[in-house]
């Protein structure tokens, strides 16, 4: 497919505002600056320049660190923009003669002629005229009426439909013959066939129109109901190769990535990993193992492990349709003891929600409405906007209305409105700690042994200052999934802030250091126990490793940090940065710590930290 150039810069533009302007796009502001931006960027002769990194930069506003390879940001909206494209060509779009296309595997639009199929005009005036004769007419039942309104809505035709009535063989059973189904000319009305057939006729017509549209919206109703991404999808793939264009059908956790095992040979360290893999992989709530070696076309994904060398394994995950190998790693069998964390990193770096697995379903746009949501609120979760809050939300929050069965989606639920209350977003309206603890109570009523939602309602309970219960909860989440080290984290950062330092540091730095991506607050909160460990050194070289977080908290904890390990350069400049600012944090940073609930002993030792790097409060605006 090649652009048509001689479509013109106006008809381009014509169709492009029509759109963005659409049902489809309306409520999604990042769908439509996207495909503005790249429309704009091709017709102004710079489509060379449509990759990843630009558009991450210049739509979504990451800066030069951004990693196209590792972030799927860009690819996930670029899917959900072909998505809604779809959606627009199938439905509003479907008569327009110049389409706009971005094909996979790229970003550069391109514009395509083509001539509507006529079902698409039919669609429009079958509608019109129903709706005519059923809607615009509804209240006007005199014989005149209907009358008017079918000869309006056929176009003057001449022709009208006369039902026989049926014979007795009819009756008994036998088949409708063609004769009971005849035409018959119709004559200029007179006065007498206003008592004559003619109302009958109209009766007639009125009863068959009205058991018209009754079959219409029965067949409507078992087609919605019965429709399902699953039906949608081509016999040959698997759930998560269907369209992403919504579901209609139950949503379950079947929906999500299905993997298999299969051992390459019969070598101890293989048979070893293997098993251990068969151990770990139902863990984790966000795939779905099925029994057999995942070379079946119901199996998305495929866990290859095989023998490199005595003691040593390499695992392989495999992309099933395609055969690329989304992954590799190597596992050291040779010291039993080192092998749980061997496994945790490779569970991380596959089976979570950032993990390679959906990385792959993001990258190939092959996602359906489940995954899809998951991929939206991982990426909120890394780069925490309003923008990107709001749409993992809509994303969970619709799902959810069709009947969701998924554990999953009301853990997500009760997440995102913990962080909907505690930033004050101002939606959704009824947003409350109350509510997001009934999102967590559902997730655990569908799933009792779903880590997410144990880790949930810790989260939920944390934010209520319950703090001896949240501790309970994350740690259950934790021993339900040793090796999700997301879950890792997070009991280590409530044990740090429970005050329980050593133990909190230890589960945190196996996550940040075995994770293959980690979020800044598990630098955090591993910095703040090392800090109370007295081991600032250490803590320090992992301040480092978020130093592009600019938030007004993580500065003094590097500030404190820096002056604490002779770091003076270092220190000078967070300082200044710090004292230039007038936030809530800067004008009392003793008040910001009682706030968020840090433990007595932490809040004393970062508040006396600030003073001896010299930071001073920074008074109120007047």
């Known amino acids: 497919m090649a652009n048509d150039r001689a479509a013109g810069r106006a008809a381009v533009r014509e169709v492009l505002a029509r759109i963005v302007a659409s049902r489809a796009f309306e409520k999604s502001e990042r769908a439509r600056e996207l495909l503005n931006f790249v429309v704009n960027e091709e017709q102004a002769g710079r489509g060379d320049r449509l990759k990843a990194f630009t558009i991450a930069v210049d739509v979504f506003g990451k800066d030069a660190s951004f990693d196209a390879s ?77 009358s008017a309104a079918l000869r309006g809505a056929i176009g003057g035709q001449t022709s009208v439909v006369t039902f026989a009535s049926p014979s007795p063989t009819q009756k008994a ?97 293989t048979v070893l990993v293997a098993n251990e893999l068969q151990n770990m992989l139902p863990k984790f709530d966000t795939i779905r193992l099925i029994t057999g070696d995942g070379s079946t076309s119901t199996t998305n994904y495929r866990f290859s492990v095989i023998s490199v060398a005595p003691g040593k394994a390499a695992v392989r995950l495999v992309n099933v349709a395609s055969g690329e190998v989304v992954m590799t790693s190597e596992v050291d069998t040779s010291v039993r003891a080192a092998i749980d964390v061997q496994m945790a990193r490779i569970g991380s770096l596959t089976a979570t929600d950032g993990g390679a697995i959906f990385a792959d379903v993001a990258a190939n746009d092959n996602g359906n409405s489940l995954t899809r949501c998951i ?38 639920l009760a997440s995102l409105m913990v962080e909907s209350v505690a930033d004050k977003r101002g939606y959704p309206l009824d947003a409350s700690m109350e509510q997001a603890q009934r999102y967590a109570e559902q997730a655990l009523s569908r799933g009792p042994q779903s880590a997410h939602a144990h880790r949930a309602m810790g989260y939920v309970l944390a934010r209520q200052g319950a703090e001896t219960q949240a501790l309970r909860w994350s740690q259950s989440a934790h021993e339900l999934n040793p090796y999700n080290l997301d879950f890792t984290a997070s009991y280590g950062y409530a044990l740090v802030y ?30 703040c126990g090392l800090l109370m460990e007295k081991r600032p050194q250490e803590a320090f070289a992992y301040s480092e490793l978020v130093r592009s977080r600019s938030t007004s908290h993580y500065i003094a904890l590097r500030l404190i940090l820096a002056n604490q390990t002779g770091k003076s350069d270092v220190a000078r400049q967070l300082l200044e940065e710090l004292q230039s600012r007038n936030t809530s944090f800067t004008r009392d940073p003793e008040a910001f710590y009682v706030k968020a609930k840090y433990p007595a002993d932490l809040t004393k030792s970062l508040v006396q930290g600030l003073a001896k790097a010299g930071f001073v409060k920074v008074p109120p605006t007047q």
Not at 97 to 123: M, N, Q, S, T
Not at 247 to 254: E, F, N, Y
Not at 501 to 525: H, I
Request: aromatic share 8%.
């Open 70 to 146: 590792s972030d799927p940001l860009v690819r996930v909206h670029a899917g959900r923009v072909r998505e809604l494209l779809e959606q627009y060509y199938e439905e509003e779009g479907a008569g327009e003669r110049l389409r706009i296309l971005i094909p996979k595997g790229g970003y550069v639009p391109v514009y395509e002629e083509v001539e509507p199929h006529p079902a698409a005009f039919r669609k429009t005036v079958d509608s019109t005229t129903l709706a005519g004769v059923l809607g615009d007419h509804a209240r006007d039942t005199s014989e005149d009426g209907i």
């Open 375 to 412: 991929i939206l609120n991982h990426e909120y979760f890394r780069d925490q906007t309003d923008a990107l809050h709001r749409e993992a939300w809509d994303c969970f929050d619709g799902i959810a209305k069709r009947g969701v069965k998924s554990p999953l989606v009301y853990a997500e």
């Open 173 to 269: 059973g036998g088949n409708v013959d063609g004769e009971t189904i005849s035409k018959s000319r119709r004559q200029p009305r007179t006065a007498s066939d206003e008592t004559g057939l003619a109302p009958q006729i109209l009766r007639h017509m009125k009863l068959y129109w009205l058991a018209i549209a009754t079959i219409i919206v029965m067949l409507a109703y078992v087609v919605y109901s019965l429709l399902g991404e699953q039906a949608m999808a081509p016999v040959t793939t698997a759930e998560v190769n269907a369209p992403s264009r919504g579901h209609r059908g139950s949503i379950t956790s079947d929906l999500l990535p299905s993997v298999g095992i299969a051992a390459e040979d019969d070598k101890p360290e």
């Open 498 to 527: 429970a005050g329980r330092y050593g133990e909190g540091s230890k589960l945190l730095k196996r996550a940040v250091d075995n994770a293959g991506q980690f979020q800044s607050w598990w630098v955090y909160g591993l910095a």
